[in-house]
């Protein structure tokens, strides 16, 4: 099982709903991070956490709001999407920031937007 | 020229084989290698960090190659459970940004 939990599992929504998208770890990671995976693509960084703040935000639209209440949990706020963001979304986590630091990952949720 | 370049097979080979890949990477200056295995409809799960001196787990063993920019993933003695995308990854010089490989498809048959 993963230590990386992540909610809901699935959703889905339509263009002008409001979601968010939930991570929580508890393994005492201090980096954490969102991806966007599409079918038979590989994952695509959006988000970087480290120590709850924001360190890398790779050109996201801003329909797309990451939030890192504490150390543990990390959210992804989504409103107004697009058809062309439904994707898997990953969450990941890492001991620090640093190079040499593997990351682990959440089971993700499932996006469809109507 | 792609950050990450895998081939993307499939690799069909029958159970008890040895099958090997390859991952390059264009960027010099890349720091840290991983490999990831990624079943279908499920999250990448790390199977093996990657080191200068090579390292082995098991059936597993991955070497890298700073001077030619590649790494590479062995597996010997190929099991049914073994089937799976395998991803290279490789972090940038800044940060812990964590590039993927589009990733090779392994199906091991009986």
């Known amino acids: 099982d993963t230590e990386v939990t992540q909610t809901p599992k699935h959703l889905v929504m339509g263009m002008t709903n409001k979601k968010s998208l939930k991570c929580e770890q508890h393994m005492g990671h201090r980096a954490m991070y969102w991806y966007k995976q599409k079918a038979k693509k590989p994952p695509e960084l959006m988000f970087v956490y480290s120590y709850e703040k924001l360190s890398i935000n790779e050109s996201v639209p801003s329909r797309f709001s990451p939030e890192c209440p504490n150390s543990s949990l990390l959210n992804l706020h989504l409103h107004a999407l697009q058809p062309e963001d439904s994707a898997l979304y990953l969450c990941?986590?890492?001991?620090?920031?640093?190079?040499?630091?593997?990351?682990?990952f959440g089971d993700g949720t499932r996006l469809s937007i109507l | 020229r792609k950050e990450v370049e895998q081939d993307p097979g499939p690799f069909n080979v029958p159970e008890g084989a040895t099958v090997a890949f390859n991952c390059t990477y264009s960027?010099?200056?890349?720091?840290?290698f991983f490999w990831y295995r990624q079943d279908c409809r499920k999250e990448p799960k790390l199977l093996m960090s990657v080191y200068s001196s090579g390292n082995e787990d098991g059936r597993f063993t991955a070497q890298l190659n700073r001077a030619s920019q590649y790494i590479s993933l062995l597996i010997r003695d190929s099991k049914l459970s073994d089937s799976a995308t395998y991803l290279c990854?490789?972090?940038?010089?800044?940060?812990?940004?964590?590039?993927f490989g589009a990733g090779t498809i392994l199906r091991v048959k009986s």
């Open positions: 990941a986590s890492s001991l620090g920031q640093g190079v040499y630091q593997p990351q682990h």
């Open positions: 960027n010099s200056a890349s720091q840290s």
């Open positions: 990854a490789v972090t940038m010089e800044y940060g812990n940004k964590l590039v």
